[in-house]
């Protein structure tokens, strides 16, 4: 099979079905990250298999497994190439999509990635995330915040729920230690006005997965997120 039928293949083994134009997105992202990641780090799975299945499979289990409504605006906190994002994007095309990325070679990488798409209404932001979560532009405006394998989700929450606006959602994907990556963020989620509302497994290669569900009941105190590098450092 060529890159395109194996890719349909295990997007409709996973239970999930895009039309031809997103798959050929795909593959043109695909190619692009390999063809970048010869000069920059952008990923370390380069055989086209394991990237379908470890990052394109992987990241479009958010838009099976989650109920997305219409036209809702997603933030891809610590985006890095773009997954889970772009990929989101690619499949949910009617979605408002922002992507915040600290390195400045990735923003780059981005910028080209959405331009040679021609992806529309997707934003980069190339600042850390404590900076950006401060500016009224982004404050609390994002129905929807997805992270993947940034940090652990004491610091996440920290990071990503000063996005989201009161009644949103976090999404955290995490592998098999997240129940004790819960335990640790309880007091971090409770004081960014979180509260963990579903856990959703699934497993990829027979290996688990799970999406964390953090519902926003109320809105971040202002002085969160603290200064840029203080969530890592010192989580709450």
């Known amino acids: 099979m060529n890159d395109f039928e194996i890719l349909k293949s295990q997007i409709l083994k996973s239970g999930m079905d895009i039309g031809e134009g997103g798959l050929e ?12 990641n010869k000069k920059i780090n952008l990923t370390g799975i380069t055989k086209k298999k394991d990237f379908i299945e470890k990052h394109v499979i992987d990241s479009l289990m958010v838009t099976k497994l989650i109920k997305i409504e219409n036209c809702s605006s997603m933030i891809d906190i610590g985006t890095g190439a773009g997954i889970p994002g772009i990929l989101i ?90 129940k004790e990556e ?32 953090i519902k926003k009941i109320a809105s971040t105190p202002e002085k969160y997120p603290r200064r840029p590098g203080m969530p890592e450092k010192n989580p709450l």
């Open 25 to 36: 997105s795909i593959l043109k992202y695909m190619d692009l990250i390999l063809a970048w």
């Open 89 to 178: 994007k690619i499949a949910r095309p009617d979605l408002k999509m922002i992507l915040v990325e600290a390195i400045r070679k990735k923003a780059d990488f981005l910028n080209e990635a959405v331009s040679q798409l021609g992806i529309k209404n997707i934003e980069i932001v190339n600042e850390r995330s404590e900076t950006a979560a401060k500016k009224e532009k982004y404050r609390e405006k994002s129905d929807i915040a997805v992270a993947r394998a940034v940090s652990s989700l004491k610091v996440l929450a920290e990071l990503c729920l000063p996005f989201v606006k009161k009644d949103g959602i976090f999404i955290a994907m995490k592998g098999e230690k997240a």
């Open 182 to 213: 819960i335990n640790e963020a309880r007091n971090s989620l409770s004081i960014m006005g979180g509260e963990i509302s579903d856990i959703i497994e699934y497993k990829i290669a027979n290996l688990s997965h799970r999406l964390i569900i």
